[in-house]
């Protein structure tokens, strides 16, 4: 073995066999030629690369599928499971796999190659990632049984993703030795192994008892964290004290002045409480409100945090409730809302629009429409070409901020809002600004039906640069703030249109009209307040002289 790791450690070639793997991940160390260990005098000659046939599955510059590359050694006691060992740390697959053009959608395999457990080779397909703000999936069904062969191109399974739920097609043709997650399965982390296939029908039935390894990363790749010594693992962890302040405990001050925040001087006052009996866990030793609720809990009230919660955990046995579970969809909508408004500085801005002359205008168009066989138009669809032409005018709204500069998009990509029973969905229609009403309502109407049937793909959703909200029409509210879409800097909340009396020019005189208000929320970041009253003042034009969107 000695020679061995001399001569990984001095060959040039040999040093960058792992670099050649990582170049072309899907290379793969399939067996290792015999031929080449007579040759043990040829210098530098230490490893040869020879190509066995064609490269199936070659496809954008990569390769999918299982291309087998022979690693011909001049060493009599190289160690060939050393080198299969190190061939799959390094390894990693990854491949397309989308349904129906889902680009840019990853999923990980990774090729086996056991010396140990003598299991024959075999590939392990991870948790593909099917949307860039995926972190987790679900599996809703598969399509597929243990045993089945498969081909490139067949449909694996259905996978929920945070967005629809959507196929996973197969890479490479072999068996399905090991579903490792069944139907139902719920939070696989995306790279996660969910299923083992081979090459051979006969090696089905070793994998009947197998189990991912847990030592590696949901991508296949080991954890860098360190592995803790014999002297650590056998030191018990001592559990961290409860945060409860002792009276008999005075806290090091500095002299004699004692450090605390306004809002636990306030409370200690209003309860009597002595600062100097309270142990400060705040920075530098100060007391804080915690500290003065943790002192009335343990000392004035005698009653201890844990029972506290306790009793809390018994009060809510006596409620009747049920838990629903969340969807991905759900918790990646809560999460992205959650950092909007975390991170994102909001502010508001209402205007009412007249819709009377948008109301005729509907009518006549409708009229057409009904006469030529074509989609009923709606206040909304209206609404999204006026975004569309008024982000045109004022392109300033129409982008996004980074933390070096802010991004000014040429194309207008309008969302809308579609609420669902799986979640709330934001399919987008693409190049609003250069399409006609007709054809914006057909892809608005399409798209809301497959938000509805949970079939979207990320095409239909992403790539968006504004967002439209509409709860006037179909739910009546009259108006409401919207939260941004993140990237995006702003979103339009649509109220819902109401008629009015309008005074005339005279005492006596007056009319009616339909008014609808809108909200615009901007992020301060990108939009100035003059830069979007400018934009809702475009917008207003368009809505109460519809005609001009027809220019």
């Not at 993703?161 to 399965?185: F, L, N, Q, R, S």
């Amino acid at each position: 073995m000695t020679n061995a790791t001399y001569i990984f450690r001095h060959s040039r070639k040999l040093r960058n066999a792992q670099s050649i793997l990582r170049n072309e991940p899907a290379i793969l160390a399939r067996w290792f030629s015999k031929e080449a260990f007579p040759s043990i005098d040829k210098g530098d000659d230490l490893l040869k690369i020879r190509q066995h046939g064609n490269l199936p599955g070659k496809k954008d510059g990569g390769f999918v599928g299982g291309s087998l590359r022979t690693f011909s050694c001049s060493a009599k006691d190289l160690d060939i499971s050393t080198i299969s060992r190190t061939t799959r740390k390094t390894n990693p697959v990854t491949g397309s796999v989308f349904s129906s053009g889902f680009s840019c959608s990853k999923v990980s395999l990774r090729r086996g190659f056991s010396t140990d457990s003598g299991l024959p080779p075999h590939q392990e397909i991870g948790m593909p990632s099917l949307s860039p703000t995926m972190t987790e999936g679900n599996i809703a069904r598969w399509l597929k049984k243990e045993g089945d062969k498969v081909t490139p191109g067949e449909v694996l399974c259905e996978v929920e993703t945070d967005k629809a739920t959507v196929e996973m097609e197969c890479m490479e043709e072999g068996y399905i030795a090991k579903i490792i997650h069944g139907d139902g399965a719920n939070s696989i982390k995306v790279g996660e192994p969910i299923a083992i296939t081979v090459e051979e029908e006969d090696d089905i039935a070793k994998f009947k008892d197998y189990k991912p390894s847990s030592s590696g990363s949901a991508d296949g790749v080991k954890s860098s964290e360190p592995t803790p010594t014999k002297k650590e693992a056998v030191e018990p962890v001592s559990s961290p004290e409860p945060k409860i302040s002792k009276v008999d405990q005075a806290p090091p001050q500095s002299g004699d002045r004692l450090f605390a925040s306004p809002l636990a001087r306030k409370l200690a006052e209003d309860n009597n409480v002595p600062l100097s009996s309270i142990k400060g866990t705040g920075p530098d030793g100060s007391i804080v409100k915690a500290d003065i609720e943790d002192y009335l809990a343990s000392g004035k009230k005698g009653v201890s945090a844990p029972v506290s919660k306790a009793q809390d955990a018994a009060a809510m046995k006596s409620l009747d409730y049920t838990d629903l579970p969340l969807s991905q969809i759900r918790k990646v909508t809560a999460s992205r809302l959650l950092l909007s408004k975390q991170t994102i500085p909001h502010y508001y801005l209402t205007v009412d629009t007249c819709v009377d002359k948008l109301m005729d205008l509907r009518s006549q168009l409708n009229s057409l429409q009904e006469s030529s066989g074509g989609k009923r138009i709606s206040v909304n669809d209206l609404v999204i070409k006026a975004c569309a032409l008024a982000l045109r005018k004022v392109p300033q709204c129409n982008s996004s901020w980074t933390n070096d500069y802010i991004r000014q998009y040429h194309n207008i990509n309008i969302n809308v809002a579609v609420q669902t029973d799986n979640g709330l969905f934001v399919p987008v229609v693409r190049d609003a600004d250069k399409k006609g009403l007709s054809k914006i309502s057909e892809e608005v109407k399409h798209l809301a039906q497959k938000a509805k049937e949970n079939s979207l793909k990320p095409e239909d959703y992403e790539g968006g640069t504004f967002t439209v909200s509409n709860l006037g029409g179909p739910f009546g509210v009259k108006q409401f703030c919207a939260i941004i879409n993140p990237p995006q800097s702003g979103i339009l909340a649509v109220g819902s249109a109401e008629k009015r009396v309008v005074p005339g020019a005279g005492p006596d005189q007056f009319k009616f009209a339909s008014f609808m208000p809108v909200t615009l929320s901007c992020d301060h970041r990108v939009i100035d307040g003059a830069i979007g009253a400018e934009w809702l003042k475009a917008f207003k034009g368009y809505i109460e002289n519809p005609e001009s969107m027809l220019l």
